[in-house]
């Protein structure tokens, strides 16, 4: 599975976490079922011409998923400050969650220091495209104005 679709199920578990209450390995297992659900749809549909090896390769969850998850929720008190600490006139609270799981994804690829910042920005800008933005584009300017800002700590060090 490519990065931008494994962020855009570690995001799709972060959320569950957040608005389910759910455990990490019961956000994961939900997952784990929605990856496996397209995978047999790709294997059962006629239409879409590719081999079994393929689409395995294609529809599974790749280390990349499991350390982003783990690394988030081990640093999550940490991820949410930096994300409060340059809110302006909002609070975590007002946040959408879908949007709270772009930025905590964001900030915490931020913090591993192994990708490029303006990648991570990119990346989650796009998420925002994809998940929350009704057309306004308000999600996605407030998104990338708020890593904008957040990458300033990371630039420096």
């Known amino acids: ?22 455990k990490k390995e019961d956000a994961i297992f939900n ?14 549909d006629s239409e879409i011409n590719l081999s079994e090896a393929v689409i ?3 529809f599974h969850l790749d280390p990349y998923y499991f350390s982003t998850v783990d690394g988030v929720m081990t640093h999550l008190e940490e991820i949410d400050q930096l994300i409060v600490d340059h ?29 490029d910042i303006k990648i991570i920005i990119n990346e989650a800008v796009e998420l925002t495209k994809n998940f ?3 057309g306004d584009k308000k999600s996605t300017s407030f998104n990338n104005k ?9 630039k420096r060090e």
Request: hydrophobic share 40%; aromatic share 6%; net charge positive.
């Open 87 to 115: 809110l302006k006139g909002w609070s975590m609270n007002r946040l959408n969650k879908v949007d709270k799981a772009i930025l905590r994804l964001a900030v915490y690829e931020m913090m591993t220091g192994t990708i």
């Open 146 to 154: 708020l890593l904008d800002q957040i990458s300033q700590k990371f």
């Open 1 to 22: 599975m490519n990065r931008h679709a494994t962020r855009g199920l570690v995001v799709q578990t972060l959320y569950h976490m957040e608005v389910g209450a759910n």
């Open 31 to 44: 997952v784990e079922g929605f990856v496996s659900h397209l995978k047999e749809k790709a294997i059962n």
């Open 132 to 134: 929350t933005d009704t």
């Open 56 to 58: 395995k390769e294609a």
